[in-house]
């Protein structure tokens, strides 16, 4: 997939693809989508899609920040019965895995699991099937969206101006899903030892 030439040929309109996948993967409980190593090559790319990356940032988080909340509302109406041992998407085990995730980690938890690709998906269904506040829970959604996409927009922009960066952007995009997966692979591993 060449992420440049489908950014570069979509101009500014490749803010929409952005704001439908973030929204997408942060909401609507679909944890495969490339949230973010796409705002980070989006911001990468800003020049060429005429516009600043800042632009790009806010609108990812205003995205992440309206699809976490989505499903907070789908968690507090649906809780446990949208899971099942034996779905393809919504196993238990993922939710229980994110559960886990929070209850370590508490209301940080919100914070962290943005950065973490399948726990992002699902901390936000978990939080309204749990006790936790929909006022509170909100204001970490949006401290922690703002954040993510701060990071990854300035990121992108500082590291375009790097020529090996801008040539490359394909291997740093796979990077980018490597290391967000790797805390999720160990985890994984230390709970079979255990």
């Known amino acids: 997939m060449d992420v440049v030439t489908i950014l570069g040929s979509l101009g500014p309109f490749a803010l929409v693809l952005i704001v439908a996948m973030v929204f997408v993967e942060n909401g609507l409980l679909f944890p495969f989508l490339p949230g973010d190593s796409l705002i980070f090559a989006a911001a990468l790319l800003a020049p060429m899609l005429h516009m600043p ?3 790009i940032a806010a609108a990812a988080a205003i995205a992440a920040i309206g699809g976490a909340e989505t499903g907070f509302v789908i968690g507090r109406r649906l809780g446990r019965r949208l899971f099942h041992d034996d779905a393809r998407v919504f196993k238990t085990r ?4 994110t559960e886990m995730f929070f209850a370590r980690w508490g209301r940080f938890a919100i914070v962290l699991a943005r950065f973490v690709p399948i726990v ?3 901390i936000s269904p978990a939080a309204g099937a749990s006790t936790m506040s929909h006022r509170l829970f909100s204001v970490w959604n949006a401290l922690s969206a ?3 996409a701060t990071v990854l927009g300035v990121a992108g922009f500082l590291l375009g101006s790097i020529p ?3 040539s490359n952007i394909e291997w740093i ?4 899903v490597v290391i967000t ?3 999720i692979v160990i985890t994984a591993l230390r709970s ?3």
């Open 53 to 55: 990356w800042y632009a």
């Open 94 to 97: 993922y939710l229980e895995e």
């Open 120 to 122: 992002r998906t699902y």
């Open 146 to 148: 703002v954040l993510w």
């Open 164 to 166: 090996w960066v801008a």
């Open 173 to 176: 995009m796979v990077g980018i």
């Open 181 to 183: 997966v790797v805390p």
């Open 192 to 194: 079979r030892r255990a």
